[in-house]
């Protein structure tokens, strides 16, 4: 109970003191008039209220990420709960409030037109084709998965119901984004809070009365408790798997949208920091849940091994602990949330192509002219096994996470502020990922080199990598203060 209740508790407080600095130190000024009113074209520059903004943040970047990525990343035991609270406070939380507010600071652009600006044309061009194949994956991901949920549910034809849910896609994607978007997600976002508030409430009353007794943290809990530990190693694995939660780049996509319909930067910490602290408090929640209704670790491990899913865990405990409401809410949770995340990156990849071109979207038929390819294009990915796709998705995230993180520290850098607050978690994330390329098995896209050699390899590259880093830092500082003395001399 300590430790559950204390790491929730250390989320708040982050959110807070780190969260009010990180606002300060950003610089967020309400003086400067946002994209939102600058821009306001009806569709995708339109100013919502706050907490539209943050339920519909939440509900983007969440969807299934916190709780079917906690659960996994519960069988590693409670060592997840140090990478989830202190990931998500200095890591992910600050990452969001970034892709966020450097959105805001250049008209609203995306993801990939912020890392041309501080990292260069080169990086750029990459993360233009990485990020829609990426935001793709995402978007078929949260079809195919619902889509076999429901033909299980209803034993209707698995195709049918891709078409519907295309069809849902297609429109959310080309409607002004106040129209569905605006009018029907909050709801979903507030459903996905209450359902986590209800499985913890279910925690501590049983905790309280002694039904079941919380894992907490001990030394000797602080080990990896995963089942296949050869092929799961703690260093990198648990950090792929545990990213929404902690840090998901596919949060840098999402942010955007909302960076569009802000009216003021104050607004910016409680919808991008925020949202993303209520992100890592469920998967909290769920990563106790999934821990302690089977009782520790090694039994959801057992369980797992047995060949159920995180879809079946989350329907057994809702069922279980929350009865004909609970049941409600593993449907929202495990079909309706999946698809609310999928049309939004789908939409989020309309923008990106969108800003590629500088093609202006007002108009419906330029909309239609990029989501008619792009949906045609989702649809062909979606014969593909979801295994095959969602394989892809946690390296993805995280490479993405760890390119934004170099972005805002560079933005950090060029403004003459300390850069260590975003430079130091980019280069964790560096290691976390090159080793993870290094040492993970070749049906997961790995190397599959030996453990041992593939951490240092990884270590080593993200110091390189760091070190380039300051060396571009120090190039620039030169050049700015040669070009400044050329121009006062003359």
Not at 229 to 241: A, D, E, H, S, Y
Not at 458 to 478: D, E, N, P
Request: overall charge positive; hydrophobic content about 50%; glycine content about 10%.
């Amino acid at each position: 109970m300590i430790t559950f209740l204390g790491a929730i508790f250390a989320l708040i407080l982050g959110y807070i003191f780190y969260g009010k600095f990180i606002e300060r130190f950003f610089g967020a000024d309400d003086t400067i008039e946002t994209p939102a009113v600058r821009l306001e074209d009806g569709v995708d520059f339109i100013t919502m209220p706050t907490w539209k903004m943050f339920t519909i943040q939440f509900l983007n970047i969440a969807g299934l990420g916190p709780i079917f990525g906690a659960i996994l990343g519960a069988m590693y035991g409670p060592i997840a709960y140090i990478w989830i609270v202190f990931g998500c406070i200095f890591m992910g939380a600050s990452h969001d409030y970034f892709s966020g507010m450097l959105s805001i600071r250049n008209e609203g652009a995306s993801l990939p037109e912020i890392v041309g600006k501080y990292l260069g044309p080169g990086i750029q061009n990459f993360i233009r084709v990485f990020t829609i194949l990426l935001l793709l994956f995402v978007g078929v991901a949260f079809v195919t998965g619902p889509a076999g949920l429901l033909t299980d549910l209803t034993g209707g034809g698995l195709n049918w119901w891709l078409y519907g849910i295309f069809s849902y896609y297609l429109l959310a994607t080309l409607l002004p984004i106040n129209k569905i978007i605006g009018k029907i997600y909050p709801f979903f976002g507030i459903s996905l809070l209450l359902m986590a508030v209800s499985i913890a409430g279910v925690l501590i009353y049983k905790g309280m009365n002694g039904s079941i007794v919380l894992n907490e943290i001990s030394i000797e809990e602080l080990k990896n408790l995963h089942v296949n530990p050869t092929q799961n190693i703690l260093f990198p694995m648990m950090f792929i798997v545990i990213s929404c939660g902690a840090i998901s780049g596919f949060h840098s996509t999402q942010s955007p949208m909302m960076a569009r319909c802000m009216k003021k930067e104050s607004f910016g910490r409680p919808v991008f920091y925020g949202a993303m602290i209520a992100e890592g408090i469920v998967a909290i929640i769920w990563a106790t849940a999934a821990m302690n209704f089977f009782g520790n670790a090694h039994e959801l491990n057992s369980t797992i091994a047995s060949g159920h899913n995180p879809a079946w865990i989350v329907n057994e405990i809702c069922n279980t602990w929350l009865g004909k409401i609970g049941a409600v809410f593993a449907i929202i949770g495990v079909i309706a949330c999946p698809i609310t995340t999928g049309d939004t990156a789908f939409r989020s990849a309309r923008l990106t192509i969108a800003d590629i071109f500088n093609y202006k979207q007002k108009s419906i038929k330029s909309r239609l002219l990029i989501s008619i390819p792009l949906f045609a294009v989702g649809f062909i990915l979606s014969q593909l096994e979801f295994s095959t796709i969602w394989k892809y998705l946690g390296l993805s995230n995280q490479i993405l996470s760890m390119v934004m993180l170099w972005t805002a520290a560079m933005y950090l850098a060029k403004e003459g502020k300390n850069h260590l607050y975003l430079s130091i978690p980019a280069l964790f994330m560096t290691a976390i990922c090159f080793t993870y390329l290094l040492v993970a098995p070749n049906k997961n896209g790995g190397l599959a080199i030996n453990a041992q050699l593939g951490i240092l390899l990884g270590i080593l590259v993200a110091i390189s990598i760091f070190i380039w880093f300051l060396i571009s830092i120090k190039k620039k500082s030169i050049q700015k203060t040669t070009s400044n003395l050329t121009t006062y001399r003359e």
